[in-house]
């Protein structure tokens, strides 16, 4: 216990001692990834591979032909508002605030005050894009009412749910927050292949409940033999049955 504290506050006294150098040259990468008019490609390896160290260091774990074809199938509903429960190193969130015209709102469990105004400054220059950062549990009331304080009674195009990895966790946040998405917009999860590298990543249980009962569903799976990943996709219909 004792050499696993000493670990922790030396990794913390680096993160921390290296924080300005970090939070410049993130900056600059960020300068960089801006620079110019991306495609949407293009901002997906940014997402993948923007880079950074501690605090600053954006990342996303996806397998680029799943996150691609998410993100298609976003951009044809040309966006206004998203919200994201899993902020984790901002790597979708650089994708989100790339192509919501108007609010990103992303939510972790993790204090976000340091890294935030690297992940606020995300959207690209000619958007109007804002993101707001939640730290929170979003399985906590209070934490749901600030979303929808949050969300001001607009409902979002999409609902990412890559938080919580547990059958539970995932179910709760389903049920908790699929309503806040408008008709024809998506609701969509990650990990959702069965074999996955760690126990707690149950999404594959609630998903096969979900096709069980009938919900119309859609999946961009890279390779059906592959251990974690895989995207599944929910549609809210256009109009209610
Ligand atoms: C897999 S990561 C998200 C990755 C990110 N969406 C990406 O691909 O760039 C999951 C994140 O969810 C957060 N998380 C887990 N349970 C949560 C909960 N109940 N409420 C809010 N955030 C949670 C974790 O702190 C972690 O940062």
Redesign the pocket.
Known sequence: MAKKWKNYTHKTLLRNLRRPFNRRSAFKRLAEYHSVDRSLDERIGWAMRFGGGGYFRI????IRSEITALAKALEELKPKTIL??????????LIWSSLASKKVVS????DMSIQGELLRALPPPASDCEVQLLS????DENFRQQVENELNGELVDML?I????TEK?VEADYRDYHHLVRPGGIIAF?DIVESQPLEINQVYYFWKRLKQEGVQTEEFVNDRDQCGFGIGIVRVPETAS
């Open positions: 990342k996303t774990l996806q994201e429960i899993g902020t984790a190193r901002g790597g979708t969130l939510c972790d469990m993790q929170g549990n979003s399985h990412f890559d938080g919580d990895h966790g990650h």
